[in-house]
T-cell receptor
Framework: GAVVSQHPSWVICKSGTSVKIECRSL??????MFWYRQFPKQSLMLMAT?????????EQGVEKDKFLINHASLTLSTLTVTSAHPEDSSFYIC????????????FGPGTRLTVL | AQKVTQAQTEISVVEKEDVTLDCVYE???????LFWYKQPPSGELVFLIR??????QNEISGRYSWNFQKSTSSFNFTITASQVVDSAVYFC???????????FGKGTRLHILP
């Protein structure tokens, strides 16, 4: 099956620093990738839809200047949390659509961010 | 509006018991897809099943089975002879042809007690 990786799997940083999370589709090309955020004991919340070669589409309430998304190639999307604060601590999960006309998203293993 | 409701927040059963996780969905689209995902303590989402709106056949995969009923807008998931390794959070989800976004339910936390 399709494999999606994320790096790093966990990161601890100081308040005010920026953190970059990578999402890669390992064995397929993904024109569309998604970024989710999950707080403890809660469901996944879609943050943005990332399309290769174009600007990401952010969900309502998600600050695009805070969460920078770059989808530079068909196998890589990055999420940068800028000037991170403790309230940004969360579990960030990416997913990728395999192909164009498809309906199944494959999820990465997630990145746990802790901001001190 | 599209919505997925998992009314059971948390369930605990003793090992070897059967357990059913409920999922009720809402959508006005006639073409849609339903999913179940498992999220163990490690956090990684594990894909379990995808079902499209035109296929109401129930499915069985080992100890897992799914009951899709359009008449009640439900897509319930049953684990037979539960095992401790089944302990996880289970999410039901919906997507439609309108866009690629997945709407997740709030999840059901399942505890299988030894």
């Amino acid at each position: 099956g399709a494999v999606v990786s994320q790096h790093p799997s966990w990161v601890i940083c100081k308040s005010g620093t920026s953190v970059k999370i990578e999402c890669r589709s390992l064995d397929f090309q993904a024109t569309t990738m998604f970024w989710y955020r999950q707080f403890p004991k809660q469901s996944l919340m879609l943050m943005a839809t990332s399309n290769e070669g174009s600007k990401a589409t952010y969900e309502q309430g998600v600050e695009k200047d805070k969460f920078l998304i770059n989808h530079a190639s068909l196998t890589l999307s990055t999420l940068t949390v800028t000037s991170a604060h403790p309230e940004d601590s969360s579990f960030y999960i990416c997913s990728a659509l395999q192909g164009i006309l498809t309906d199944t998203q494959y999820f990465g293993p997630g990145t746990r961010l802790t901001v001190l | 509006a599209q919505k997925v409701t998992q009314a059971q927040t948390e369930i605990s059963v003793v090992e070897k018991e059967d357990v059913t996780l409920d999922c009720v969905y809402e959508t006005r689209d006639t073409t849609y897809y339903l999913f179940w995902y498992k999220q163990p303590p490690s956090g990684e989402l594990v894909f379990l099943i995808r079902r499209n709106s035109f296929d109401e056949q129930n499915e069985i995969s080992g100890r897992y089975s799914w009951n899709f009923q359009k008449s009640t807008s439900s897509f319930n998931f049953t684990i037979t002879a539960s095992q401790v390794v089944d302990s996880a959070v289970y999410f039901c989800a919906l997507t439609t042809n309108r866009d690629d976004k997945i709407i997740f339910g709030k999840g059901t936390r399942l505890h299988i007690l030894p």
